[in-house]
């Protein structure tokens, strides 16, 4: 079943005084299959980051369609937009967002403290994904108390607490060491496992590699994508680099 379709996207930005136009998105069309792992991959400047604003409903499209569960998310007011987020999506971002000022525990619970959840329902929540994570030990701390890939671990729980139909990820491991990076990867894997569909932008061939399709843009379009099947991650990694060496150098996609 199909959970998210993106048809026909472009997406023109007009520099400061009206000279110039920049097109971001050309025509990006594709679909995300509910419990599916995206990854979305490209050089700097590709329109990865664009095409991951717009699904946030953070930005929007000169043209083309968004539709969430057949919901286009493109026609909503402004005024629902917010609840719409917090209530179908999860976030991960490269730099946690996590307030200093909030314990981990306060800090997971902010969406749904937002959306008027009663703490009983809140806890009860909590307890089951904080003991995934491995972080039900440190939900008292406060993020400058931890390690990077335990805030990072802990912007997973808040992502995942709202029971988002998707989680879009953000240069998840961008921030984190190589460990870290492992920990996090295996977190998202297990979380895949029981049907979390997963989209992610990376420049991390490593964290692609996990994925079970990856998505490459070059120049505003879908220029390749790559199934993983039954590949290894080593077998995969392998194909994503040999993507990226096409996009770099020019080639065809069908080399």
Same mark, same amino acid.
């Not at 959970?3 to 023109?12: E, G, R, S, Y």
């Not at 995206?38 to 953070?58: D, F, P, R, Y």
């Not at 629902?80 to 000022?101: C, K």
């Not at 703490?119 to 039900?136: T, V």
């Given at each position: ?56 409903? !953070?930005?929007?499209?000169? *043209? /083309? %369609?968004?539709?969430?569960?057949? @919901? =286009?998310? +493109?026609?909503?007011?402004? $005024?629902? &937009? ?27 619970? !902010?969406?749904?403290?937002? *959306? /008027? %959840?009663?703490?009983?329902?809140? @806890? =009860?929540? +909590?307890?089951?994904?904080? $003991?995934? &994570? ?50 996090? &990867?295996?977190?998202?894997s297990e979380i895949n496992k029981n049907n979390q569909t997963i989209l992610m932008v990376t420049h991390s061939t490593t964290a692609a590699s996990h994925a079970s399709r990856v998505l490459f ?39």
């Open positions: 079943m199909e959970m998210l379709t993106i048809k026909n996207l472009k997406k023109v930005y007009t520099t400061r005084f009206g000279g110039n136009k920049v097109e971001a998105l050309t025509n990006i069309s594709f679909s995300v299959e509910e419990g599916e792992y995206v990854a979305i991959m490209g050089e700097s400047g590709s329109g990865k980051t664009t095409l991951l604003n717009i699904l946030a409903s !953070l930005d929007k499209p000169n *043209s /083309g %369609e968004i539709l969430l569960k057949e @919901n =286009n998310i +493109l026609f909503m007011k402004e $005024k629902d &937009l917010a609840s719409f987020r917090r209530e179908h999506l999860g976030f991960v971002f490269q730099d946690f967002n996590l307030l200093d000022t909030f314990s981990l525990k306060d800090n997971i619970f !902010l969406p749904l403290v937002l *959306s /008027g %959840e009663d703490y009983k329902e809140m @806890n =009860n929540r +909590l307890i089951p994904i904080a $003991k995934s &994570l491995k972080i039900d030990h440190l939900l008292e701390k406060f993020p400058y108390e931890v390690s990077g890939g335990e805030k990072q671990r802990a912007a997973v729980a808040r992502a995942l607490i709202t029971k988002p139909e998707i989680i879009l990820a953000d240069e998840p491991t961008g921030a984190l060491d190589s460990k870290a990076t492992g920990e996090l &990867l295996n977190v998202f843009i070059k120049d505003g379009e879908i220029f390749h994508q790559i199934y993983k099947g039954e590949l290894t991650n080593r077998q995969m990694y392998e194909k994503i680099s040999h993507a990226l060496t096409l996009i770099a150098t020019g080639g065809n996609k069908n080399e």
